[in-house]
Each structure stands twice: as C-alpha cells, then as structure tokens.
C-alpha cells in the first residue's frame, strides 16, 4: 500500500509497473480490430456513428481519453475542442469513410 508523498503526491507511483485497476476500451482500435478481421460493417454501425460524433467542425478529431496515472506520458493535450493529429490519423486510417 502507497501513501501520498512529497513525490507522489497522489499516491499512485506503486500503479507504474502493474496492470490499471480501470479499464478504458479504445473504440477506434476496436473499430479497427473488426475491420481487419472482416467483421461486418452492419456489426459496427453504432461504433462508427458514435466515433463520427466526436469529429469537429474542421474534420479533425480531439484527443479524448486521459489517463489515471498522473506521472503517464501524453503524447497531446486532452482537449475535446482541439484536433488531435494522433487521434485524426488513427480514424483516418480506418477508412470507413469519415
């Protein structure tokens, strides 16, 4: 058991090394999981919609999700208003016609 400190304020150093307690299930690679291994786009419908949802007026996608870990590496800012070139490549690449 890990308590705050001066280093680790919030106490989750000791969650570094382990599996996460929360699980976060990125849709777009599981979008792109069935895609590869030619699952039905009927199958799929509600993901592709609600991935389509999160596109902004500019066409581009945000980065959406964060991590619980404090001390994990963001590669961007999470911000739902700004697009996201990792997160618009990766729905790009899905070619599912966004």
Known sequence: MS????R???GTRW???AFPRD???DLIE???LEARLGVPREAMNEA??????????DGQWPLLATRRVVD????ELVNRRR???ITTRRVKRLGLGF
Do not use: M, Q
């Open 72 to 75: 994990a590496y963001r590669p």
């Open 48 to 57: 592709v919609e609600l991935i389509e949802s999160w596109k902004l007026p």
């Open 30 to 32: 599981l979008v792109d």
């Open 15 to 17: 969650l570094l090394p």
């Open 3 to 6: 308590g705050r400190t001066t």
């Open 83 to 85: 697009p996201s070139v």
């Open 8 to 10: 680790d304020p919030s």
């Open 23 to 25: 699980y976060v299930v």
